[in-house]
């Protein structure tokens, strides 16, 4: 299973102090909650459980190749005395993030959609920005931690994310947004520090384009964090490209390296998409050939897969659906910790088989100031181990999500489609242009369906109709 984060936060419990430091990147003094000390601490804690929830990219040499271009990033910041971290997670979500005291991920997901090194560092300088200007640590100063959904793009209840937060210990580490300021500021650092170590940045700029279009292809409810709502993403491509501009005039060096073929083939072979031993969905069913098993999720429902559960709301935001593994030697064991992990208090339980497989299902309700809310569980016994699948929803609108939860969990089965057990990740595939043609033409030749055009286009950050030379490397993807 895979994860998706949107943000770089985390909020267990931290010890803060108010005090008055001086920013590293502006020089200016500001009101902080924790020392630089505590802000180390913060992020060493929050580094196990992102590598907990996402687990780390099985790539030795794209591990070393984002750790020697952060370090030399690093190495030139405002903050060169931070001991920084710099990862791969084994996410297709199209992200990269940072947590306070020098932890920076990259999804493979957003490995996938850089075209250049001048595009990767411009990126790795934004995520350092955020950490030399200490954005994170202001974040939990202003205490701008909105309440956010699970699922990527969702905005889902305050009740229903904060029992998901109690479902899944990681979860804390969701979707905290930057200020406008704080995104400006990031820009100018990304550019400034991917230009020091010789990369031009105006590619940067460029980037943003690709994570709109790729945005809107796939209909998100939410661009990219460092797309959203802070400028818009046209007047920060314009930012950008001046700000570049100005930084190759100071530098007083036109010739700033691109390294478009270099990157290429750093990623050739990268999976892209769903990696099926982690778990994937297809034609609204959730396969997961490892554990040998399937499920179908509600119909228009948000998803998300995590190594530790399958998270699954409703567009409305009213209802949530989580599916992981249960805690306990047997089903009345794991039933009674359920009610213990979550707090609830039982309404009924009862004895079934759901697919000739073993199960206990229980009502329960959660009572807390915000409301109440009714939990539908069904616990399953296959193979060795007992799976949990709960649905929550407000009590009052728990009656409309009753039977669509339950016909969800009612659907687990043993997977046996042999086709679907040996289900193979697609990969980047990096292909040399032998004819002059347009990006359409030349896609077709390698065989790329006409459904898959436009994404291909927007995976190479370009259009259909572009002339791309012979000789030019591009992306296919493949098996």
């Known amino acids: 299973m895979k994860y998706l984060l949107m943000a770089s936060f985390l909020t267990a419990s931290l010890f803060v102090i108010s005090n008055c430091a001086r920013n590293p990147v ?16 913060m992020g060493k804690a929050a580094d196990p459980e992102v590598i907990q929830q996402f687990g780390l990219y099985e790539d030795s040499s794209l591990q070393n190749y984002i750790n020697s271009m952060g370090q030399r990033m690093a190495a030139i910041s405002h903050r060169p005395g931070l001991e920084y971290h710099f990862r791969v997670i084994n996410s297709d979500v ?38 030399t200007a200490r954005h994170s640590v202001k974040q939990q100063r202003n205490q701008i931690l909105a309440s956010v959904g699970l699922i990527a793009g969702m905005i889902i209840s305050p009740e229903l994310a904060r029992f998901g937060e109690t479902a899944s210990q990681g979860l804390g580490l969701l ?42 292809q796939n209909h998100s ?34 010739n700033l390296a691109v390294g478009r073929n270099e990157y290429l083939r750093r990623i050739e072979g990268l999976i ?34 995590t190594p530790q559960q399958v998270q699954l709301a409703s567009r409305d935001g009213k209802a949530l659906m989580i ?19 979550y707090k609830l208090q039982l309404v009924n339980s009862n004895r079934t088989t759901i697919n000739g497989n073993n199960a206990i299902v229980m009502i329960a309700d959660l009572q807390q100031q915000q409301g109440s809310l009714r939990t539908l569980s069904y616990l399953v016994q296959h193979g060795d181990n007992i799976y949990l699948m709960i649905g929550v929803s407000a009590l009052n609108d728990f009656p409309a999500y009753d039977n669509i939860l339950a016909s969800s969990m009612k659907s ?31 896609l077709r030749f390698f065989g790329v369906a006409d459904k898959r055009l436009e994404e291909h286009a927007i995976l190479n950050g370009m259009q259909l109709t572009e002339s791309v030379p012979s000789g030019t490397l591009i992306k296919v993807i493949g098996e």
Request: hydrophobic share 35%; net charge negative; aromatic share 10%.
């Open 175 to 216: 979707l905290l947004k930057y200020g406008r300021d704080a995104e400006r500021q990031s820009d100018e650092l990304g550019v400034d520090y991917s230009a020091k170590i010789g990369y031009d940045p105006q590619y940067m700029a460029d980037f943003f384009q690709t994570l709109e279009r790729q945005s809107a």
């Open 272 to 305: 892209y998409g769903e990696d099926p031993k982690e778990g994937f969905l297809e034609n609204g069913v959730f396969y997961h050939p490892p554990l040998g098993l399937q499920f179908t999720i509600p119909t228009n429902w948000a998803y998300q897969n």
């Open 412 to 442: 687990f089965r043993t997977l046996t489609d042999p086709t679907m057990l040996n289900k193979k990740p697609q990969r980047v595939r990096i292909k040399t242009v032998g004819q002059t043609g347009t990006l359409q033409q030349v």
């Open 26 to 41: 502006t020089g200016k003094k500001e009101v902080v909650l924790m020392s630089e000390a505590q802000e180390i601490e």
């Open 221 to 254: 409810e939410e661009l990219p964090p460092f797309l959203s709502t802070h400028p818009s993403p046209e007047e920060r491509y314009a930012t950008i490209k001046k700000l570049a501009a100005k930084k190759k005039q100071e530098l007083n060096n036109p």
């Open 323 to 341: 599916f992981t593994l249960a805690q306990g030697k047997t089903l009345d064991e794991a039933a009674n910790n359920v009610l213990q992990q």
């Open 94 to 131: 199209v992200n990269a993030f940072a947590v306070p005291g020098g932890y920076v991920y990259f999804t493979r997901g957003i490995m996938a959609y850089l075209n250049s090194e001048a595009q990767f560092a411009g990126v790795l300088g934004h995520e350092i920005g955020h950490i």
